[in-house]
């Protein structure tokens, strides 16, 4: 697995008294975490805080992560992905002529979440002629762990709106992975983020239509707090990336990316692939240089680097150091 580098962060800092020895840090993969665009989650738990050396590897399994046990049969069942909760950077919502259609009637047709004001229409106008995305989940699933299968189509509805009042920048995801033969019945949240360029001026993502600028879409999230136990082993759903393309044309590539461009005035399809993993939470921190020789009322410099070297996604973490408090960093 490759390391991921979280934040390099450079402070200098005027020392009286001791030098760095410890930082303070605040694990989101641990219970009471919670993403920090999930505004609207009443009464979470305060995130718990450790002590930790300037150097620090800490792994294990999610002991908060909740489960229900499952043996491995043949494919069937359903996945099915439900929106929720569009919102703007600054957790605002409702967002601007918002519309989320789950089809609770079918969980085998596409969930479709819209917003925006079309550009031709003086008020929120048809809304066939809004943005937003579509999830169409496959219909049947087998468990092979660690092996990457084919979740649902993702689709990019990329029209063409007026500048929001309230944007759609984040929207929840919810997976309902249904398995009867395996006994799976579980569900799995997400954050998808949606960077919506003005078309005007330079496109940092390129153009796919002449004058317009596409947009990224990505999960802000690729692996949730919520797991499954099969056969005794704790599992989650990894979300690898995704690949353009329409259900039944697509193939797995390994070289799949996590992030999706999409281009202006166009539908933009994509298909979802994902993987059952162990979760394997960790974290490093380093500081350079680990020891300087100073003296008091001079400045010492030195540099903090968070990586996650795990196989999940870490959230709220909080750097803090008692002796230099405005160099603390969240990340």
Known sequence: MQTKLLTTSVCRHALFALALTAVLLALAGWPGAALAQEGNAPDAPAIPRLYLPAMLNAAGEGAAMSGSSVSAADADGNVDGAWSYPRSDLNQSPVTCEDINNSPGDPTNENIVR???????????????????????????????????????FTHYNENIVPALIPMQFVDLTVHVDAPNDGIDVLMSYTMRLDETPNAGFCPYGSSNEDLCDDKVDF?????????????????????????????????????VDYFITGELMRNDACVFARFIQPGPAIAIQKSPDLQQITIGDYAEFEITVSNPGNVGLRNVVVVDPLTPDCDREI
Do not use: H, K, M, W
């Not at 929120?124 to 809004?130: A, S, Y």
């Not at 943005?131 to 990457?148: H, K, L, R, W």
């Not at 082993?233 to 193939?251: A, N, Q, R």
């Open 220 to 256: 802000v999230n690729n692996t949730p707090p919520q797991t499954v136990v099969v056969d005794g082993v704790t599992y989650t759903l990894d979300i690898l990336g995704f690949v353009p393309g329409e259900s039944g044309t697509c193939e797995y590539d390994p070289n799949i």
């Open 115 to 153: 917003y925006g004001q079309p550009i031709s229409a003086a008020d929120c106008g048809n809304v066939i002629f809004r943005s937003g995305f579509g999830f169409n989940g496959v219909d049947s699933v087998a468990f092979q762990p660690a092996e990457p299968f084919f979740l649902g189509q």
